[in-house]
């Protein structure tokens, strides 16, 4: 079966084209998506729930406000900054202890504020908002929780999760690794990892395209694995999901050592890879 599933044979399957004609758009208005693709709208919605989120603490809206960020950033380390309208992991970026020149990144190398002015001007502009004009913002950096640490501690795992009218249908676990610069997307090089959608355990690994059994870094098993907290993971989905305007969504979660389970964003148009690394179609769920 997941030979038919990797070659787009299988029938259940669900491409680009279904998936957005027959579950994203139908009976949707534009102006729907609005929460799905501004990431700071989302987080509003999520703290006025009660869904634990990270802090937000500054937002960039006109180039004016870069021009000192050596003050902005005073005091500052272990932060996230991240394109409000941005997509796939693009423009995210991860830094850590501050140093008199800049910041140093997850893999120990020095972004200096000039290199950290020119990002966040590249936002603004919109390199990774499909040209449009953005907001930047910079939050809180989350410490990994214990058993995502132990798969790989160089960078933030994720659980996706796929709702289809208030229902948990698929999920999938994302380990960054050495060749994804600490995030947890597969195209840029992180392991999708298919879940039990009932109870939470990780099934098939799926890498670079093909199917393994061990993490490339650290050779940890990844099948068998139980996410802590999944109950809790459903119930947050299916609360917010009752909020949003939208059939089709997905929630990306992770796991925070002191507070748990944290919503990280939610997507109105969330990848397919997620059907090969649970080796079943959507199709077959949805319908």
Same mark, same amino acid.
């Given at each position: 079966?997941?030979?038919?599933?990797?070659?787009?044979?299988?029938?259940?399957?669900?491409?680009?084209?279904?998936?957005?004609?027959?579950?994203?758009?139908?009976?949707?208005?534009?102006?729907?998506?609005?929460?799905?693709?501004?990431?700071?709208l989302a987080k509003e919605l999520f703290q006025k729930l009660g869904v634990p989120t990270p802090l937000?603490?500054?937002?960039?809206?006109?180039?004016?406000?870069?021009?000192?960020?050596?003050?902005?950033?005073?005091?500052?380390?272990?932060?996230?900054? #991240?394109? *409000?309208?941005?997509? @796939? !992991?693009? &423009? +995210?970026?991860?830094?850590?202890?501050?140093?008199?020149n800049g910041f140093f990144d997850v893999k120990g190398n020095l972004v200096t504020f000039k290199m950290?002015?020119?990002?966040?001007?590249?936002?603004?502009?919109?390199?990774?908002?499909?040209?449009?004009?953005?907001?930047?913002?910079?939050?809180?950096?989350?410490?990994?929780?214990?058993?995502?640490?132990?798969?790989?501690?160089?960078?933030?795992?994720?659980?996706?999760?796929?709702?289809?009218?208030?229902?948990?249908?698929?999920?999938?676990?994302?380990?960054?690794?050495?060749?994804?610069?600490? #995030?947890? *997307?597969?195209?840029? @090089? !992180?392991? &999708? +990892?298919?879940?039990?959608?009932?109870?939470?355990?990780?099934?098939?690994?799926?890498?670079?395209?093909?199917?393994?059994?061990?993490?490339?870094?650290?050779?940890?098993?990844?099948?068998?694995?139980?996410i802590p907290d999944f109950p809790q993971l459903l119930n947050y989905s299916e609360s917010v999901s009752?909020?949003?305007?939208?059939?089709?969504?997905?929630?990306?979660?992770?796991?925070?050592?002191?507070?748990?389970?944290?919503?990280?964003?939610?997507?109105?148009?969330?990848?397919?890879?997620?059907?090969?690394?649970?080796?079943?179609?959507?199709?077959?769920?949805?319908?």
């Amino acid at each position: 079966m997941f030979l038919n599933i990797l070659t787009g044979n299988h029938k259940n399957i669900l491409g680009i084209n279904k998936r957005n004609l027959h579950f994203v758009y139908p009976g949707m208005k534009r102006s729907f998506f609005k929460i799905a693709d501004e990431k700071l709208l989302a987080k509003e919605l999520f703290q006025k729930l009660g869904v634990p989120t990270p802090l937000t603490f500054k937002v960039f809206e006109r180039f004016g406000e870069i021009r000192s960020i050596e003050n902005v950033f005073q005091g500052m380390e272990n932060i996230v900054i #991240k394109p *409000n309208c941005g997509s @796939g !992991g693009f &423009g +995210i970026m991860v830094l850590g202890k501050q140093s008199e020149n800049g910041f140093f990144d997850v893999k120990g190398n020095l972004v200096t504020f000039k290199m950290l002015k020119k990002h966040l001007a590249d936002v603004l502009l919109g390199v990774y908002s499909h040209g449009m004009s953005d907001k930047v913002f910079i939050e809180e950096r989350i410490i990994a929780h214990d058993f995502l640490r132990k798969i790989y501690d160089q960078g933030l795992a994720d659980i996706r999760i796929i709702v289809y009218k208030n229902k948990p249908v698929m999920g999938m676990l994302r380990i960054p690794t050495s060749f994804s610069s600490g #995030k947890a *997307n597969l195209h840029q @090089g !992180g392991i &999708g +990892i298919g879940l039990d959608i009932e109870t939470g355990i990780t099934t098939t690994a799926l890498f670079k395209g093909s199917v393994i059994t061990k993490h490339p870094d650290t050779g940890i098993t990844l099948s068998g694995l139980q996410i802590p907290d999944f109950p809790q993971l459903l119930n947050y989905s299916e609360s917010v999901s009752r909020e949003v305007p939208l059939k089709y969504i997905g929630f990306d979660f992770t796991l925070d050592q002191k507070r748990g389970p944290m919503l990280i964003e939610i997507n109105a148009r969330p990848g397919l890879a997620i059907q090969i690394a649970n080796q079943k179609g959507l199709l077959e769920v949805l319908k």
